[in-house]
């Protein structure tokens, strides 16, 4: 279709792209991040995202968690320009313990890039958030980081990558080299190589020779060993490797594979162009009316996080919000789907790196921050037109499990007012006892430090001390068919029941060899490691 009869909301949608990067810490997300803005324009010297982090650490409040243990919690949103794109790169909290927020923001996003240390290969963290990327058919690409340290062959990189997540896989270039040796990547799009220069830092864009595979120079740039090398390896990619398919890479069946070093700036580009034209635009999304096109001209989203107290002057809590469709405007109002309510959408916000702009409008495949006033819990629909509601975001499996104690009964009120709140935000899940007696919450998280920051918050903004009492679980397990499914299984060995806090029944298994022994005993009993939110 031509641009000038394409509608606002059609030539944004075209536009925009947005993604989250998945990997286990150090992989080097904070670098490639800061890279990509880099190319970008957003920043001109790299260093700037960890200047962020630094002075984020400074302004936060009850993050004041954050400053002494030197980790980032908090994850934005950083949106910058390249090649007419708009991009938005949601930013996922660096530490493990709060990967219940990083899965909330794959519930945002419509493509991801999994970034894995060639020395390491897959790791731990990295595997969790690619299942969670599987349940959403999420287009995974794959950036393999630091080739310019000695690192693991990137044949036996790709196999694991098939093996272990049963991801085809399809090398989009091909690296030359590694560690010392690492001279550039081969191309396989255009058929050309890059050379790769080496710099001391890395801040600047980098800059690269690109020469022909069969440029007779090649050899001599190369020395002859790698050369052949090269062209052997070539010949075996094309001769094992499958053919590349879009539409797979969409139903994110098949991930694109690029090599590079971000610390170096080598690959970084090759990879973000490469990466625009083959990305999913903003997704269209199941709701209560069916599947909703991003094009659709009515403004709707979905909040996926809330967060408070970013900012000690504002003392507020924001909610984000992921537009699915039409177009947001500062200052409109909206339906709120669950409560029936009518919301005026003021004080909008674009989180960016140097902190909070303003900002008057917003199309599919962006997030916003809405400061809320109390009416959003995660999942929540906001709408115009006709009324609908997204599916909403599903719990995770927690695998901390602690019985949380209020010793002083004179702050009843506060403490169920604490924990109610921290759980609307989604700063934990709560379950309890289907023990009459046993009237404590059970705080259930993905990581040790959710259950200190809940603490932490009760004694800062709700004046109660309370006590932990760890629990000896570590798996957890939805019932499908809920409390008669589970009656009619009969005794379970070696798992607890629980209720989560919308009463439904819920297993927790000390290890995952129980949990399998169950299931493999009572094949009838259907069990669900995430369950909708309620
Ligand atoms: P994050 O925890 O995933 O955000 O990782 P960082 O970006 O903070 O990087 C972790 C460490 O790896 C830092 O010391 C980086 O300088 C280093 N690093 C990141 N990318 C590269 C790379 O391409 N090559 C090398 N040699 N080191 C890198």
């Known amino acids: 279709m031509p641009v000038e009869l394409q509608t606002e909301i059609e030539q944004a949608v075209a536009s925009r792209r947005n993604f989250a990067i998945i990997s286990h810490p150090d992989a080097g997300k904070t670098t490639l991040t800061e890279k990509l803005l880099l ?43 390249y090649n007419q794109f708009q991009i938005n790169l949601l930013d996922t909290p660096g530490h493990q ?17 999994m970034l894995i240390d060639a020395a390491k290969g ?41 093996q272990e997540l049963g991801l085809q896989t399809y090398a989009v270039n091909w690296p030359i080299g590694m560690g010392d040796r690492f001279k550039g990547v081969f191309d396989r799009r255009q058929g050309k190589v890059h050379l790769f220069e080496r710099r001391s830092h890395g801040s600047k864009a980098a800059g690269d020779t690109v020469i022909e595979l069969d440029d007779p120079r090649l050899e001599e740039y190369l020395d002859s ?21 879009l539409e797979r890479v969409h139903a994110g ?7 590079g070093s971000a610390m170096t700036n080598f690959g970084v580009e090759l990879f973000l162009k490469a990466f625009l034209e083959y990305a999913q635009m903003p997704e269209s999304h199941n709701s209560s009316l069916g599947i909703i096109e991003p094009t659709y001209e009515e403004f709707t989203g979905f909040v996926f996080k809330l967060q408070a107290n970013m900012d000690p002057k504002h003392r507020d809590r924001v909610a984000f919000i992921r537009v699915c469709t039409g177009k947001f405007e500062k200052d409109m109002t909206v339906q709120h789907a669950r409560t029936g309510k009518t ?51 599903p719990c995770f499996s927690p695998e901390i499990f602690a019985y949380l104690k209020n010793p002083n009964p004179s702050k009843f009120k506060q403490f169920q007012k604490g924990i109610t709140e921290l759980r609307e935000e989604g700063a934990i899940q709560v379950m309890y006892s289907t023990d009459d007696f046993k ?55 070696n798992s607890i029941s629980v209720k ?5 029944p819920v297993l927790l298994f000390k290890n995952e060899w129980n949990l399998r022994q169950v299931e493999q005993d009572m094949p009838e009993l259907k069990l669900n490691s995430i369950a909708p939110v309620g």
């Not at 313990?97 to 890039?113: H, I, P």
């Not at 989560?500 to 439904?504: M, Q």
Request: aromatic share 10%; charged share 30%; glycine share 8%.
């Open 500 to 504: 989560d806090n919308w009463g439904r």
């Open 253 to 259: 069946k098949m991930t694109p594979i690029f090599f």
């Open 97 to 113: 313990d709060f990967s219940e927020d990083t899965y909330r923001t794959l519930a945002a996003a419509d493509n991801s890039v």
């Open 439 to 493: 009237r404590d919450p059970i705080l259930a998280a993905v990581g040790q430090l959710q259950i200190e920051v809940v603490q932490f918050r009760l004694q800062n903004e709700y004046n109660v001390e309370t006590r932990i009492e760890p629990l000896p679980y570590s798996v957890a397990r939805w019932v499908h068919g809920g409390w008669d499914a589970l009656e009619k299984a009969g005794r379970i060995f």
């Open 39 to 81: 190319y970008g324009g957003a920043i001109h010297e790299a260093g700037a995202v960890k200047a962020r982090r630094e002075q984020r650490k400074a302004t936060s409040d009850w993050m004041e968690m954050e400053q002494q243990r030197g980790i980032s919690i908090t994850s934005t949103v950083l949106q910058f320009i």
């Open 343 to 393: 919301v005026r959408l003021s004080r909008p916000q674009k989180l960016f790196a140097q902190g909070r702009e303003s900002l008057d409008e917003a199309f599919p495949g962006d997030i916003i921050g809405l400061n809320n006033p109390g009416v959003f819990a995660i999942g929540d629909t906001i709408y115009n037109g006709k009324k609908l509601e997204y599916e909403g975001i």
């Open 225 to 245: 060993e790698l050369y052949h090398q090269l062209k052997e390896e070539l010949e075996i990619l094309d001769e094992i490797g499958a053919e590349f398919d």
């Open 122 to 162: 897959l790791e731990p963290q990295t595997r969790k958030l690619f299942e969670v990327c599987q349940l959403r058919s999420l287009p995974i690409f794959t950036f393999v980081n630091k080739l310019d340290r000695p690192g693991r062959d990137a044949f036996e990189l790709i196999d694991e990558i098939e």
